[in-house]
C-alpha cells in the first residue's frame, strides 16, 4: 500500500541477471509492472525508456517487471522495442501481487528507503514535462 515499505524480494533478470530488491536502496526508484500482451503496457514503454535515459540514472532508477507467463515473449518485446532500463520476469506473480498490480500497467514511485509513495494504475506519458514534475516533487528531487 502507498506509506507501506517494500518488503524483500528476490528479481528474477530479464535483462539483466538476478537480484534483490533490496539492492536498489539508496536512491528513489520508478518500478513498472507490465506485460507484452498489455496495450496500455506497450503504448508508455517508450516514454518509460525515454525518461530512464534521460537522466542516466543518477536522480531515480527506472526497472520495469513482466508479468509474462513466457520470459521469451517479454524478452522479445523489450529487444523490439530497444528498451533499455533493467527488467525483470515475475512468471510466478509474486511481485505483481506484492505490490499490488491486479491490474496493468501499474507504476510505482518508491523512495530511497523503499517507502511506497505513489501508485499510478494504467499508461501514462512518463516523459512528459508535467510527469517529470510530478516525479520531482513525489521523490523531492530537483529535475
Excluded at 515499505?5 to 534483490?20: C, F
Excluded at 530488491?21 to 518509460?48: D, H, Q, T
Excluded at 533493467?86 to 501499474?106: K, S, T, V
Aim: with cysteine.
Amino acid at each position: 500500500p502507498v506509506g507501506g515499505t517494500l518488503r524483500e524480494a528476490r528479481l528474477n533478470g530479464l535483462t539483466v541477471p538476478p537480484t534483490q530488491l533490496s539492492s536498489y536502496r539508496g536512491k528513489p526508484l520508478i518500478i513498472n509492472v507490465w506485460a507484452s500482451w498489455c496495450g496500455p503496457c506497450r503504448a508508455e514503454m517508450a516514454s518509460l525508456d525515454s525518461l530512464s535515459k534521460r537522466y542516466k540514472g543518477k536522480p531515480f532508477k527506472v526497472i520495469g517487471i513482466s508479468t509474462d507467463d513466457y520470459p521469451e515473449k517479454a524478452y522479445a518485446f523489450l529487444e523490439r522495442t530497444g528498451t533499455s532500463f533493467e527488467n525483470f520476469i515475475d512468471a510466478r506473480l509474486e511481485l505483481e501481487n506484492m505490490l499490488g498490480a491486479n491490474r496493468l500497467p501499474l507504476t510505482l514511485l518508491i523512495d530511497a528507503q523503499g517507502r511506497v509513495l505513489a501508485k499510478h494504475y494504467g499508461a501514462k506519458d512518463w516523459d512528459s514535462a508535467e510527469t517529470r514534475q510530478m516525479i520531482a516533487k513525489a521523490f523531492g528531487i530537483k529535475l
